[in-house]
């Protein structure tokens, strides 16, 4: 398996951005699809974004169409997700996750990182 590890989350204010990155071990990285949840206190994971191995494919919830962008960098086993007009409701701890082929439900990949904060101030 994969070990991730996620950074880049922190306080902003509602209308800004953040980039998350996270970054993975190990020199199968560029084989896995990788995929962006959240979860918030007392709600389920709920998915973001998903991109393909090679990145050629990606595919975003609803709600993040326009505002949000998934990307990654094999050469630097890293995969990240630019978030934009950021809202109050998008606060909620994030996850990166690796599976064999992109997915919209948790059950769909077996690795995931330790999660990294975001909170958006109104």
């Known amino acids: 398996q994969v070990q991730l590890v996620e950074s880049g989350g922190g306080l902003v204010q509602a209308g800004g951005s953040l980039r998350l990155s996270c970054a993975a071990s190990g020199r199968t990285f560029s084989s896995y699809a990788m995929g962006w949840f959240r979860q918030a206190p007392g709600k389920e994971r709920e998915f973001r974004a998903a991109?393909?191995?090679?990145?050629?494919?990606?595919y975003y919830a609803d709600s993040v169409k326009g505002r949000c962008t998934i990307s990654r960098d094999n050469a630097k086993n890293t995969v990240y997700l630019q978030m934009n007009s950021l809202k109050p409701e998008d606060t909620a701890v994030y996850y990166c996750?690796?599976?064999?082929?992109?997915?919209?439900?948790?059950?769909?990949?077996?690795?995931w990182g330790q999660g990294t904060q975001v909170t958006v101030s109104s």
């Open positions: 991109i393909s191995a090679s990145g050629g494919s990606t």
């Open positions: 996750a690796a599976g064999r082929i992109p997915s919209a439900v948790v059950a769909g990949f077996g690795s």
